[in-house]
């Protein structure tokens, strides 16, 4: 009888999240090479965008209300089929629409894998849940470091765009291998329970850390995911960029459970608002070495972005359970599809604009990225205002009782930590 292995099963989950990241980081670094080859605006490259990050909440959604019926193996199964047809679709793509549809798998894949990871390690490790959960999560930023790295030295090698799609295959054959043949723990210690979940949902303050969650994940995804083009001309390497920056989010998030439990969880949000509204301003009218300072600011501000707001439903709106916390990650990928092309599209008329001042070649390139970033600041600054208001507001204000025991609580809240 085949025995359940849980470092297995954890070091599949890592790969499987580092495959995720990879997606994220060599897409955009190959935003360029795919605009030279099938003549593509960057409006048209943020609709692809915008497909891998309307994929991802379309399956975490979906995962959170089947995985009771489905359980984590299944969900997985599905994260590795569509990472292979999305792939080796997207290698095999030969113009805008079959980009479209590849990367809506890819996005499905990567959204699959949240689904179907997280309640599994809660589960294997509940009596560790928050430490094993960071160390899981350590691998987003984690990968894209990895990819941002094999897309930089591939694009210097002349190496097609082609190729670097490729190199995902490796990983994501691998953790399929150990998934399919792994056999999965039964659900024993998570809460299987919906119905008082969907009841709290309507809270104002839920909807109000909705909203803001679109916000906060366009700041850190949307920059992120337009790097290439937004930087490429600014005399920095935007793919080193991207790994300093994501280099410096794995380091933050593996240390962030000491900060988030000893630190107001919205004075952090207000922290990060102001420190990530700094950091993209500069980038915005800085050029050469200035531009990796500038990165570092953004690092920063956005390293707790994801997990706090994630822990934020769990401790002050604890009734909404598993499913409040994935809506709200799902909330801030559909945000991030939806704001893509209209980011690329700020780019094109970036360098319209820059047409009409005489500006050609790097110096239009330049202009229209920095104009774009001058854009995106006032993502972090609308932040500063309603983080602010929810500081005052959240003052001496205990944290509400979920009705659960205090081991049900626990569980929610040491979810959350992990959950980003």
């Not at 439903?313 to 598993?322: K, L, N, V």
Request: some cysteine.
């Amino acid at each position: 009888m085949m025995q359940i292995n849980r470092s297995r099963l954890f070091v599949a989950s890592c790969i499987a999240l580092a495959v995720t990241a990879m997606t994220f980081a060599i897409r955009a670094g190959i935003l360029g090479q795919l605009s030279d080859s099938y003549g593509l605006s960057d409006t048209e490259l943020g609709w692809i965008n915008a497909m891998a990050f309307a994929g991802f909440p379309v399956a975490t959604m979906l995962g959170g209300f089947l995985y009771n019926l489905m359980g984590a193996k299944k969900l997985l199964i599905v994260a590795f089929f569509c990472h292979l047809l999305g792939l080796i679709l997207t290698m095999a793509a030969d113009g805008f629409w079959l980009l479209i549809i590849s990367s809506f798998f890819i996005g499905f894949a990567n959204g699959s894998v949240e689904a179907g990871c997280n309640p599994l390690i809660a589960d294997m490790y509940h009596k560790n849940k928050t430490t094993m959960l960071n160390k899981f999560h350590v691998w987003f930023p984690g990968g894209i470091v990895i990819g941002a790295l094999i897309s930089k030295f591939m694009t210097d090698a002349s190496l097609g765009w082609e190729l670097q799609i490729a190199v995902m295959l490796l990983p994501t054959v691998i953790y399929g291998y150990l998934m399919l043949t792994q056999k999965f723990p039964e659900a024993e210690n998570i809460d299987n329970s919906t119905s008082h979940n969907i009841k709290a949902l309507a809270s104002p303050l839920f909807i109000f850390m909705v909203l803001c969650m679109t916000l906060t994940a366009t700041t850190e995804l949307g920059t992120q995911q337009w790097i290439e083009r937004i930087l490429g001309a600014s005399g920095a390497s935007p793919m080193i960029i991207m790994a300093m920056v994501t280099g410096l989010m794995a380091v933050g998030r593996y240390f962030a459970g000491p900060l988030v439990h000893t630190l107001n969880p919205v004075g952090i949000l207000l922290a990060s608002a102001i420190v990530s509204t700094l950091g993209i301003y500069t980038m915005s009218i800085a050029t050469g070495n200035m531009v990796y300072f500038a990165a570092i600011l953004f690092a920063l501000g956005v390293t707790y972005f994801w997990p706090t707001m994630i822990g934020f439903i769990a401790e002050y709106q604890p009734r909404t359970g598993a499913l409040g916390m994935s809506l709200i990650g799902g909330a801030g990928m559909f945000s991030v599809s939806m704001w893509n092309p209209v980011i690329g599209s700020w780019i094109d008329e970036g360098r319209v604009q820059a047409a009409s001042q005489n500006l050609v070649g790097p110096a239009a390139e330049l202009a229209a990225g920095q104009a774009t970033l001058s854009n995106l600041t006032l993502f972090p600054l609308v932040l500063i205002v309603a983080f602010g208001g929810l500081y005052i507001y959240m003052r001496n204000r205990p944290k509400p009782q979920s009705g659960h025991s205090e081991g049900e609580q626990s569980s929610n809240i040491d979810n959350a930590e992990g959950a980003a």
